[in-house]
Structures are given as C-alpha cells and as structure tokens.
C-alpha cells in the first residue's frame, strides 16, 4: 500500500471495516432465522462456520487494531441515506433474501479491497463468496421447501381470491 496517500489508505481501512461488519451482521440475521424460526441445525452450523471464518480473515486485515482506528461512523456520508423498501420486510424470506445478498456483496468489496493489504485474505474471501453461493442456494430451496408448512412465518399468507381486504 506504499504508493496510497494516508487519506486513500484511511478510506481503504474503512471500506474493509464497514465491509467486515456488514458481512457478519447479515450472516448473523441470516444465521438466526434457521437456528430459531426453522430450527435447521445444519444450516445454522453452515452460517455460524461462515461467520466464524470471516473473523479469521478479519484478523488479518485488521493488525495492530488499524481498522478500528480508520473507523468514522459518525461522519459517514451514507450513514443517513435510504432506499425504498429498506424498511419494509413481509416475510423471513424476505429478510433472508436481503441479508444473504448484503453478504455476497460486502464479500465481493473485502476480496477487491484486500488485494490491496493482503492477497492471501483476498483469496480466502473469495473461496467464501463461492462458499455463500452454495449455502444460499440450499437456503432459498429450504424454504421453498417449507412455503406451504410453514404459511404466513417465513412467507406472507396470501389472500383467497374471495377474501375481503376491509377496504370500503
């Protein structure tokens, strides 16, 4: 990282920070609705392993706690921005969905950012991202699965076409 300004280096370190954080916490969200919602063991072990490995290459990135230091929540630009909908869940899947998407890109930043301080933490970051392919791919099939058991908990309850929506 010779050649980045202290400014571009800083920057760096808080891409990988916020970037490490956002990973886990969705892991984390995506961990707890199989772990308590499906009581999924396996999928459960899957997400908390995942999560786990995270912190491993976390903590190459983050020698002598450089991360934390860069760490400027406070005046974070995009701190206040939305999107539509960001507040808006109707379902477990939904939330699911989200979640493992926010993991798949904040995985994609940590392996481009981290070519810059480590190649090594690149390389497992990526092996990472093919490994939240596979595990959302038996997720999102888990819960197709579960769609008709487990009607209006991880999936909204849909309206007979009959059914009056209490609207005059």
Known sequence: ??????????????????????????????????RFILDDRGLTGELKSARHSVDL????????????????????????????????????????????????????VLEEFSKLKDARAACGFKKARYRVYEIEKRAVLKLVALRSDRQGICFPRRKSPGARTGKA
């Open 57 to 108: 290459l976390a903590l190459r990135l983050n020698r002598g706690g450089s991360l934390m230091r860069s760490r400027f929540s406070g005046g974070d630009v995009g701190r206040t921005l939305t999107v539509s909908g960001e507040f808006s869940r109707g379902s477990c899947r939904d939330i699911f969905c989200a979640n493992i998407q926010r993991v798949k890109e904040s995985l994609r």
């Open 1 to 34: 990282m010779s050649s980045l300004t202290l400014n571009n280096k800083q920057g760096i370190e808080r891409i990988l920070d916020a970037n490490i954080n956002r990973l886990k916490e969705g892991l984390r969200v995506c961990e707890e609705i199989f």
